[in-house]
C-alpha cells in the first residue's frame, strides 16, 4: 500500500504561479510511477503530467507543457508540480497517484493509489 497525501492548493490570481507537494508513505517508490491528474466540475479527470520515480523521466500533457515542471525528491519521498502562468482553465481538484510499474501512464485507471486531492482556484 502506498499513501498519498497532496499540500498546497489554493487560490490565486491568472499569471500566478503555485506548486503542489504530494507526499508518499508505506512503500519505497523504486518501482513506481508517480502521477498528477486533475478534475474539474463536470469533467472528466485529466492527465496532467507524470514522473518515472527511478530514472526521474517526466512527461507532460500539451495543455500544460512549457508552464507545469514535475519533479522529485528522492530522500522526502514527495513528488512536485509546479504550476506557473496559471490560467482559469487550470482550476480543478489536484490529485497525485502511484502506479507500481516504472512505466508511463497516461491513464486513469493505470493507477492504482490516490490521494485525497487539493483543490487549486484560478481568479481572471
Known amino acids: 500500500q502506498v499513501q498519498l497525501v497532496e499540500f498546497g492548493g489554493g487560490l490565486v490570481q491568472a499569471g500566478d504561479s503555485l506548486r503542489l507537494s504530494c507526499a508518499a508513505s508505506g512503500r519505497t517508490l523504486s518501482r513506481y510511477t508517480l502521477g498528477w491528474f486533475r478534475q474539474a466540475p463536470g469533467k472528466e479527470r485529466e492527465f496532467v503530467g507524470a514522473i518515472i520515480w527511478s530514472s526521474g523521466y517526466t512527461y507532460d500533457a500539451d495543455s500544460v507543457k512549457g508552464r507545469f515542471t514535475i519533479s522529485r525528491d528522492y530522500a522526502k519521498s514527495t513528488v512536485y508540480l509546479q504550476m506557473n502562468s496559471l490560467k482559469p482553465e487550470d482550476a480543478a481538484v489536484y490529485y497525485c497517484?502511484?502506479?507500481?510499474?516504472?512505466?508511463?501512464?497516461?491513464?486513469?485507471?493505470?493507477?492504482?493509489?490516490w490521494g485525497q486531492g487539493t483543490q487549486v482556484t484560478v481568479s481572471p
Open positions: 497517484a502511484a502506479d507500481s510499474n516504472p512505466v508511463l501512464r497516461i491513464r486513469a485507471d493505470e493507477y492504482d493509489y
